[in-house]
C-alpha cells in the first residue's frame, strides 16, 4: 500500500519561502497570485495490506517524526498498489 | 570536579569547540559520546552542540531527536542531569520536546553568521547564574533556522514562568524588532525547562569564550555550570 503524506505549515505560522515563492512569480509577471504556501509531499510504501493498520502506522510516523505538531499540519491518502 | 558530555551526531561541528572551551576554562577533560551510544556516562552536564545534524533532513534536529542516545538524553535530563542545547542542539531538544517550540526558517531566508547583543533575561538557571539579570552580552549567531516560534498561549506561559533566559536586544537591553536577527517571536534567542536545568539558545557561547577569540562573553555559560556543578556535589 502507498501513503502519499501532505505536510502543511499551520494557519497564523509565517512561511517566508512562500512569501519568496509569492514575489518570484510576481516577478514573473505571473498576476493574480494572492498567497503561496510551501509544504513537503512524501510517498511512503507499506508493505500492510489492512488499511485500519496502514493509517494506524501512518499516524504514528506522522506524529512521530514527519509533522511537527508546533508548526504543522498533515493529511494523507492511502492507495493500494 | 566535572563530568561534562558532548554529544556527536553525523553532521555536528561545533562539537570539538565546546569541549575546547569547557576544557580549557574548567580545567577538566570531556567527554565525547557518539550518537549511536546507548548511553552518555554519568555526567554532571550534556551539552547537545552545533552543527547539522543528519544534514537536516527533513527539519533541523528531526532526526538527530530520534537517534539512539537521544532515548538516554531525555531519560537523564527528567531525571535532572542538566542538559545545554546550543544552535543545532536547541533545535534537537525542541525537537526531542525536552523543550517547548520550534525553529524555523530565519525570516530574511537567509543564513546570518554574525555577533548579536543579548540581554540575559534569567539568571537563575544552571547555565546563566554567572550572569546578572538585564546584562547586555555579545556572542555570535551562524543559523539559517533560529526563528524562534511557539504559540500565544507557549510564549505567555514562558515568559510567566521566567523561562525565557536570552533575548537578541539592542546595545542598550532593549528588545527591539531592528534587534532581533531572524525573526524570532518575542526576541527570544534562548529557553530553559520549568528546572532551569535544560538551557536550549541559538547564539554559540563557545565561539566567543577567551579574548584571544574576539570577547570573552561565551565563557560565564561554561563558569556557571562548573559553580552550579560544584553547589550540586
Known amino acids: ?81 | 570536579m566535572l563530568r561534562a558530555s558532548v554529544v556527536v551526531f553525523p553532521g555536528s561541528n561545533c562539537d570539538r569547540d565546546v569541549k575546547v572551551a569547557i576544557e580549557r576554562v574548567t580545567g577538566f577533560p570531556v567527554n565525547m559520546v557518539w550518537h549511536g551510544d546507548a548511553s552518555v556516562p554519568a555526567s554532571d552536564l550534556i551539552v547537545l552542540p552545533g552543527g547539522f545534524s543528519y544534514g537536516d533532513y527533513l527539519r533541523c534536529g528531526a532526526m538527530a531527536a530520534h537517534s539512539p542516545i537521544m532515548r538516554d538524553v531525555i531519560a537523564k535530563a527528567k531525571a535532572g542531569t542538566p542538559v545545554l542545547g546550543i544552535c543545532n542542539g536547541f533545535q534537537v531538544l525542541c525537537e526531542s520536546g525536552l523543550l517547548p517550540g520550534a525553529l524555523m526558517r530565519n525570516a530574511s531566508l537567509k543564513f546570518i553568521c554574525r555577533d548579536v547583543t543579548l540581554r540575559v533575561d534569567n539568571d537563575k538557571t544552571f547555565f546563566t547564574k554567572c550572569y546578572r539579570k538585564g546584562q547586555v552580552v555579545r556572542l555570535p549567531i551562524a543559523h539559517a533556522e533560529g526563528n524562534y516560534f511557539a504559540d500565544e498561549e507557549t510564549l505567555d506561559r514562558l515568559e510567566g514562568d521566567g523561562r525565557v533566559v536570552f533575548r537578541y536586544c539592542d546595545e542598550a537591553g532593549e528588545a527591539t524588532p531592528q534587534a532581533n536577527p531572524n525573526g524570532a517571536q518575542r526576541n527570544i534567542a534562548g529557553i530553559c525547562d520549568a528546572a532551569g536545568r535544560v538551557v536550549g539558545l541559538m547564539p554559540h557561547p563557545e565561539r566567543l569564550f577567551e579574548l584571544a577569540l574576539g570577547g570573552a562573553d561565551g565563557r560565564r555559560m561554561i563558569e556557571s555550570a562548573l559553580l552550579s556543578a560544584l553547589e550540586a556535589a
Do not use: F, H, W
Open chain 1, 1 to 81: 500500500m502507498k501513503a502519499r503524506i501532505r505536510i502543511t505549515l499551520k494557519n497564523g505560522v509565517l512561511d517566508p519561502q512562500g512569501k519568496a515563492i509569492q514575489n518570484a512569480l510576481a516577478a514573473l509577471g505571473i498576476s493574480g497570485v494572492e498567497d503561496v504556501r510551501q509544504g513537503k509531499y512524501i510517498e511512503v510504501e507499506l508493505a500492510e495490506t489492512s488499511e485500519d493498520r496502514a493509517k494506524e502506522t501512518v499516524e504514528r510516523m506522522c506524529k512521530d517524526l514527519l509533522a511537527n505538531s508546533v508548526i504543522e499540519n498533515y493529511a494523507y491518502e492511502l492507495q493500494r498498489a
